[in-house]
């Protein structure tokens, strides 16, 4: 099991970003897949998830209505789009698949002005 995060970088306030999470090695629409991020100082915590076969999301309550969390099973890919970005949302954000426990190595992503 291997998962693979990319779109991470500097941005505004109020900006958007998207960041995909490239996974292989099992049968990518039956898990859950999830987002968590971690910033300096902090413990990581979840962002978002989806579930496997049912595709349900569930945010932190700090970024609903906000992030978008999806699935393009036809690429093995979970996306996370991020609108109206604000400085606490700095932080690394890693990709989570709980069933097999695989991390991927995280991307930056920096808000600031």
């Known amino acids: 099991v291997k998962v693979v995060e990319s779109g991470g970088g500097l941005v505004q306030p109020g900006g958007s970003l998207r960041l995909s999470c490239a996974a292989s090695?099992?049968?990518?629409?039956?898990?859950?897949m999830s987002w968590f991020r971690q910033a300096p100082g902090k413990e990581r915590e979840l962002v978002a998830m989806?579930?496997?076969?049912?595709?349900?999301?569930k945010y932190v309550d700090s970024v609903k209505g906000r992030f978008t969390i999806s699935r393009d099973s036809a690429k093995n890919t979970v996306v996370l789009l991020m609108s109206y970005l604000k400085p606490e949302d700095t932080a690394v954000y890693y990709c989570?698949?709980?069933?097999?426990?695989?991390w991927g190595q995280g991307t930056q992503v920096t808000v600031s002005s």
């Open positions: 989570y698949v709980p069933t097999f426990g695989s």
């Open positions: 090695g099992f049968t990518f629409s039956s898990y859950d």
């Open positions: 989806i579930s496997g076969g049912n595709d349900r999301t």
